[in-house]
């Protein structure tokens, strides 16, 4: 048997990964702030073994506590083999440097950075006490490789969480212990985080115009066509590129 954990379970992309992997027949346990009924349906529909944890991501003290206990499951033997996927993140604050408010930028460096550092850390522990391989999936995004007015914060987190995935990848492959690293770019979806980048304004984030026209001309792909992807890049097995970023655009 396998095991995913999904990070931001409750909504958009995560949600959406989160039901077709059960569909598949893979085992879950999703990670959100709140809960989603249709996961626990589906899960019920298909007798698929579907647990949750409430976590707070932007309190790194509950992500310690509740991801000690996540590892303990995940590598106890009953699983052959384990997915972590970092898929939750905030894009806001969307501002320029000098108007952040302090905590708001705590809040999402924790988030978006130091949450899925440490999710990695503790289970990469684990998985080499056990020999259980692992698989490590960081969400990331093309502003990663940019910058963007507004974005400071998002892109400078983002380009921080390739760097560790790929440095991460390094030392697994010399340490031969079979685990991997990679990271994924979902492109640019319909979710709660495309209203909060509509929402600003053109002094906070330039671009928000180009970002509104995308929604009204439908070219915001769906988070279950992302998901889809996602799942097929999870199942390319000992073909999987450790430290590679893959992306929704190779499957266009």
């Given at each position: 048997?396998?095991?995913?954990?999904?990070?931001?379970?409750?909504?958009?992309?995560?949600?959406?990964?989160?039901?077709?992997?059960?569909?598949?027949?893979?085992?879950?346990?999703?990670?959100?702030?709140?809960?989603?009924?249709?996961?626990?349906?589906?899960?019920?529909?298909?007798?698929?073994?579907?647990?949750?944890?409430?976590?707070?991501?932007?309190?790194?003290?509950?992500?310690?506590?509740?991801?000690?206990?996540?590892?303990?499951?995940?590598?106890?033997?009953?699983?052959?083999?384990?997915?972590?996927?970092?898929?939750?993140?905030?894009?806001?604050?969307?501002?320029?440097?000098?108007?952040?408010?302090?905590?708001?930028?705590?809040?999402?460096?924790?988030?978006?950075?130091?949450?899925?550092?440490?999710?990695?850390?503790?289970l990469i522990a684990e998985a080499e006490?056990?020999?259980?391989?692992?698989?490590?999936?960081?969400?990331?995004?093309?502003?990663?490789?940019?910058?963007?007015?507004g974005w400071s914060a998002y892109s400078?987190t983002k380009a921080a969480i390739n760097?560790?995935?790929?440095?991460?990848?390094?030392?697994?492959?010399?340490?031969?212990?079979?685990?991997?690293?990679?990271?994924?770019?979902?492109?640019?979806?319909?979710?709660?985080?495309?209203?909060?980048?509509?929402?600003?304004?053109?002094?906070?984030?330039?671009?928000?115009?180009?970002?509104?026209?995308?929604?009204?001309?439908?070219?915001?792909?769906?988070?279950?066509?992302?998901?889809?992807?996602?799942?097929?890049?999870?199942?390319?097995?000992?073909?999987?590129?450790?430290?590679?970023?893959?992306?929704?655009?190779?499957?266009?």
């Amino acid at each position: 048997m396998e095991l995913a954990i999904v990070t931001g379970a409750s909504r958009g992309l995560g949600a959406a990964l989160t039901k077709r992997l059960l569909l598949q027949g893979m085992n879950v346990i999703g990670i959100s702030r709140k809960d989603n009924k249709e996961l626990w349906e589906t899960a019920e529909q298909y007798q698929e073994h579907y647990h949750y944890y409430t976590c707070d991501l932007a309190n790194i003290q509950d992500v310690e506590k509740v991801f000690k206990q996540v590892a303990d499951k995940a590598f106890d033997g009953t699983f052959e083999k384990v997915f972590l996927v970092n898929n939750a993140g905030v894009v806001s604050p969307i501002d320029t440097a000098g108007n952040y408010d302090v905590s708001a930028l705590t809040n999402h460096i924790q988030v978006n950075q130091l949450a899925p550092m440490t999710t990695t850390s503790l289970l990469i522990a684990e998985a080499e006490k056990s020999s259980i391989p692992l698989v490590v999936v960081n969400v990331t995004s093309g502003a990663a490789n940019r910058s963007v007015y507004g974005w400071s914060a998002y892109s400078s987190t983002k380009a921080a969480i390739n760097r560790f995935t790929q440095t991460v990848a390094l030392e697994q492959n010399a340490k031969e212990t079979g685990n991997k690293a990679v990271l994924y770019d979902p492109g640019k979806m319909d979710t709660d985080m495309q209203g909060a980048i509509r929402s600003s304004s053109e002094e906070q984030f330039q671009d928000v115009e180009q970002f509104k026209q995308l929604k009204q001309e439908n070219q915001l792909r769906g988070a279950e066509i992302v998901a889809d992807h996602l799942v097929s890049v999870l199942n390319l097995g000992v073909r999987l590129e450790s430290g590679k970023i893959y992306s929704i655009k190779d499957a266009e």
